[in-house]
């Protein structure tokens, strides 16, 4: 299991800064963004699409510094009701697959987006609650017209180019849950899996290292992202979690995304880490930084720190003690 890191907030430097900066952390891995909201900084999609010899210097770069690529990230909204915007969404989506399959790498990590609540709609529309009834029917509309239909064909897609699509979690989309991340998994197929990002979870209330395990259970976790989320009780206690505070007024939220270690202990971290394990999960730590409490710098090293603590660098011995 190595730690890695999602390069976005590293995209003020070049590629070659970036990776020669990382490796110096002893970071072992890296997540490319290639479109979407994630951007393209490191890797224009459409230059290294197709381009071997662009390719072949990209994957040179990455050995240099001894690391490995653990996803292309390009996160978006296929399911938009505004046709022009779905259908950048899903061009960025499938060229990430076949530029995937290209450089080798297993994984595309994204969102599942998120459909309008009816065919006529404009916006799209999170829907939280079965009643009144026509949230019920905009959620089955949601499902059963829109995003399973899609998502059966971008499965098949991404199964005859051997990559693995990671959803992440992610409230404001269709699938922010693991329930829902096994119901669009049964609906298309094995190539359809989790982006698994605990920040998203832990605001919802859901028990992170239990919901590792369930989705384990299904083979269904395809890459991890190491991000952590603090809960201020002192606004939750009053206004609940779902907040539409500026993320930029943080004394004034009920929750901020964290670095890791600042919202949970590394005892935590730790379970998280041996509950992979036991799923036998030995993919990237992901980091992600989006703590607007410190520079990217210094979140993503202090991030490093910990996980570099709680990673485990050998393989399990043999259970001596139980024969």
């Known amino acids: 299991m190595d730690i890695g890191v999602l390069t976005v907030p590293l995209a003020d430097e070049s590629l070659e800064e970036a990776l020669a900066y990382l490796a110096n952390q002893g970071v072992g891995a890296v997540e490319l963004g290639c479109g979407g909201f994630v951007g393209d900084d490191h890797l224009?999609?459409?230059?290294?699409?197709?381009?071997?010899?662009?390719?072949?210097?990209?994957?040179?770069?990455?050995?240099?510094?001894?690391?490995?690529?653990?996803?292309?990230a390009t996160h978006n909204n296929p399911l938009h009701p505004d046709d022009e915007v779905a259908e950048a969404a899903n061009t960025e989506l499938r060229e990430a697959i076949r530029l995937a399959n290209q450089l080798g790498v297993d994984a595309?990590?994204?969102?599942?987006?998120?459909?309008?609540?009816?065919?006529?709609?404009?916006?799209?529309?999170w829907i939280t609650a079965p009643w009144p009834s026509e949230h019920d029917e905009a959620h089955t509309y949601?499902?059963?017209?829109?995003?399973?239909?899609?998502?059966?064909?971008?499965?098949?897609?991404?199964?005859?180019?051997?990559?693995?699509?990671?959803?992440?979690?992610?409230p404001n989309m269709l699938i922010h849950?693991?329930?829902?991340?096994?119901?669009?998994?049964?609906?298309?197929?094995?190539?359809?899996?989790?982006?698994?990002?605990p920040s998203h979870l832990y605001w919802q209330g859901i028990d992170v290292v239990e919901?590792?395990?369930?989705?384990?259970?299904?083979?269904?976790?395809?890459?991890?992202?190491a991000?952590?989320?603090?809960?201020?009780?002192?606004?939750?206690?009053?206004?609940?979690?779902?907040?539409?505070?500026p993320y930029t007024e943080e004394a004034n939220r009920s929750w901020l995304f964290r670095s890791v270690g600042y919202g949970h202990g590394e005892e935590h971290w730790k379970d998280i880490v041996?509950?992979?394990?036991?799923?036998?999960?030995?993919?990237?730590?992901?980091?992600?930084?989006?703590?607007?409490?410190?520079?990217?710098?210094?979140?993503?090293?202090?991030?490093?720190?910990?996980l570099q603590r709680?990673?485990?660098?050998?393989?399990?011995?043999?259970?001596?003690?139980?024969?």
């Open 142 to 170: 949601q499902w059963e017209e829109v995003a399973i239909p899609y998502w059966r064909d971008v499965a098949e897609h991404a199964a005859n180019h051997g990559v693995d699509v990671a959803i992440e979690m992610h």
């Open 211 to 225: 919901a590792i395990r369930l989705l384990g259970e299904h083979d269904a976790i395809h890459h991890f992202h």
């Open 108 to 125: 595309v990590t994204c969102f599942s987006g998120l459909p309008s609540g009816g065919p006529n709609d404009e916006v799209p529309n």
């Open 310 to 323: 709680a990673v485990f660098q050998t393989t399990p011995g043999e259970a001596y003690w139980a024969e």
């Open 44 to 72: 224009p999609r459409k230059k290294y699409l197709n381009d071997t010899t662009k390719q072949e210097e990209l994957l040179d770069l990455i050995e240099e510094n001894d690391l490995w690529i653990s996803a292309l």
């Open 227 to 245: 991000k952590d989320t603090k809960v201020y009780e002192s606004q939750a206690r009053y206004k609940g979690v779902l907040d539409t505070t």
């Open 274 to 306: 041996s509950a992979l394990r036991m799923i036998e999960y030995d993919g990237a730590l992901s980091v992600e930084h989006e703590d607007s409490l410190t520079s990217s710098r210094e979140g993503l090293e202090k991030a490093i720190t910990l």
């Open 177 to 197: 849950e693991p329930v829902g991340m096994l119901e669009l998994r049964n609906a298309t197929n094995e190539r359809i899996g989790a982006n698994f990002d």
